[in-house]
């Protein structure tokens, strides 16, 4: 296994230059399907050297490496977080929390306490709530005026495609009963034709043009609590899908010396053209920063009833959702961007966006030949059975988010039906297809934590405790397979299966040490396992206390 490693200079030519970290006395599970488990890694700099015994890694200590002993914990390769929006997240560890706020007086409560601790003037965002935890009521403005006298409000529901203003936000937006509907897009309105505060969508813009953006200060400042936060959870690279103001901060992050997250950063699908003359000026980057990834949206939300669907909501029998982009524009961008030789990733949630999604990217392999394009779809929540082998058939990778599965399957059924549950999720179907399946978080949709995805693809036990047995049992997967889903496949689906994802010598030393090994525990456990380290390039950036 040493066999190839380089001599140092002056040393015999059968001295191994030695290990920077060795990690020995675990269990290590490589994802490597032609060396599974070891018990030792060596690392020198960024890079794996030696993946095996104790025997293997023994001749590359020296007084200057790091040993750390595992005591038996679990060692795999650094989980891949395919889908996250980072700043965003980061913005969200500091605002008003109201992800579990379980009533509406409980929702009101906390933003007014909230309102209490910032000054007059200053916005409250963020805020991620979800109104299915007081049984699917939309809150209004009046729920939080009398709270937020001073203070504009402008606070997302949990999936980002709907928010709640206050009076006070509407007017510095300039949105009153005047305002014309949008496209692609909803302005909630009362009896009286004036919006209640519910935007979704197309229509959010509207008062989103009135938020301050933040400086250059603030955003560094939020992706670095972002990176702090996502290395507790053993995250080792996002695929951030953001925008050129997050790109910007990363490259100063960067030139500080300051990144310790690796990242791929996607910008919107319609910048194309300003991607295709950034990648031709400057490259695509390097193992800490990438570009040439490009953002879409067919659709919004199942649980903003935005979604796409080929037959009606189940309790909203007048209502399917709606598209986001015209078909048309949506044909135009992904044959200009995948001219551009850029790799293509759209959000589609509905089966009818999913469909039409597909048959967008057929035609363009169609028209324009086979190459190695990885196009992807984001979410790829409710799928038609009749879609389902299409993934596999025209190479399409899933990249999905299993914590929404034990999320939204507290209601999803009474959104569309015991029926279209069945493929809602559909990991296993998926996988049997031959499909690529990687996985993300969504975060601050979700819980940037991959081991509970893991529980979740595993279990699929909803949050409500409802569904011991998982909801929708049959589309669970097995252990090894969520961890896959984390690693080599979340690497494949950015071009990165040559430097991330398994443990083998040559790989970049990007890894993880968590106290349990999930492979032989009860899958029930799984939530209650704890990182202990995250390495990332052969340096430790996260040791639990």
Not at 199 to 210: G, I, R
Not at 305 to 326: D, Q, S, V, Y
Not at 401 to 426: C, F, L, M, N
Request: net charge negative.
């Amino acid at each position: 296994m040493l066999g190839g490693l380089l001599a140092a200079c002056g040393k015999p030519a059968d001295t191994p230059e030695a290990a920077t970290l060795v990690v020995r006395n675990a269990t290590v599970w490589t994802g490597d399907p032609n060396n599974p488990w070891a018990e030792a890694i060596a690392s020198r700099g960024e890079q794996i050297v030696a993946v095996g015994t104790h025997a293997d890694v023994e001749p590359l200590i020296n007084e200057s490496t790091e040993v750390i002993n595992a005591d038996g914990a679990l060692l795999v390769p650094g989980f891949i977080d395919t889908h996250v929006h980072f700043a965003d997240g980061g913005s969200s560890l500091a605002s008003v929390q109201l992800r579990d706020a379980q009533t509406a007086e409980e929702f009101t409560r906390r933003i007014g306490e909230f309102a209490k601790t910032v000054r007059p003037g200053e916005w409250l965002l963020d805020g991620n709530w979800d109104h299915e935890n007081w049984g699917g009521e939309l809150p209004t403005r009046e729920w939080i005026d009398a709270v937020t006298p001073d203070n504009p409000v402008w606070l997302f529901r949990l999936d980002g495609h709907m928010a709640l203003a206050n009076s006070l936000a509407l007017k510095l937006a300039g949105v009153d009963a005047d305002t014309p509907d949008i496209d692609g897009g909803t302005i909630v309105r009362d009896a009286a034709g004036y919006p209640t505060g519910i935007l979704k969508d197309n229509a959010m813009p509207l008062v989103m043009a009135a938020v301050p953006a933040p400086g250059n200060e603030l955003m560094d400042r939020q992706i670095e609590a972002a990176m702090q936060y996502v290395a507790a959870h053993g995250v080792t690279t996002v695929h951030d899908m953001a925008s050129w103001t997050s790109l910007a901060s990363y490259r100063r992050l960067q030139a500080a010396g300051k990144l310790k997250t690796r990242v791929y950063s996607v910008v919107p699908l319609s910048d194309w053209a300003q991607l295709r003359d950034e990648v031709a000026k400057n490259g695509r980057g390097d193992d800490w920063l990438r570009i040439g990834g490009l953002k879409g949206f067919m659709d919004g939300s199942l649980g903003s009833h935005t979604a796409a669907m080929l037959e009606p909501f189940t309790n909203a029998p007048e209502e399917r959702g709606f598209l986001i982009n015209t078909l048309d524009d949506m044909r135009q961008w992904v044959s200009d961007a995948d001219d551009a030789g850029l790799q293509i990733m759209v959000h589609a949630i509905g089966d009818s966006a999913i469909r039409d999604l597909l048959d967008i990217y057929l035609d363009l392999t169609d028209e324009k030949g086979p190459r190695d394009r990885r196009l992807r779809i984001e979410h790829s929540q409710h799928i038609h059975p009749d879609d389902l082998p299409r993934y596999a058939a025209q190479d399409i990778i899933a990249s999905m988010q299993p914590y929404h599965a034990i999320d939204d399957g507290r209601w999803a059924e009474k959104v569309i039906g015991a029926e279209r549950s069945a493929t809602t999720y559909a990991f296993r179907s998926l996988l049997d297809s031959d499909a690529h399946l990687a996985f993300g978080s969504d975060w601050p949709v979700a819980p940037a934590e991959p081991l509970l995805g893991i529980y979740a693809a595993v279990t699929r036990q909803t949050l409500d405790g409802a569904n011991p047995d998982g909801w929708t049992p049959a589309q669970k997967i097995t252990v090894e397979e969520a961890l896959r889903a984390y690693t080599s496949e979340a690497a494949y689906s950015s071009f990165e299966e040559d430097r991330k994802g398994t443990l083998a010598p040559g790989m970049l030393a990007d890894f993880v040490l968590i106290d349990k090994n999930l492979t032989v525990i009860p899958p029930e456990e799984i939530r209650s396992a704890k990182v202990l380290r995250t390495v990332v390039g052969g340096k430790t950036v996260y040791q639990r206390p």
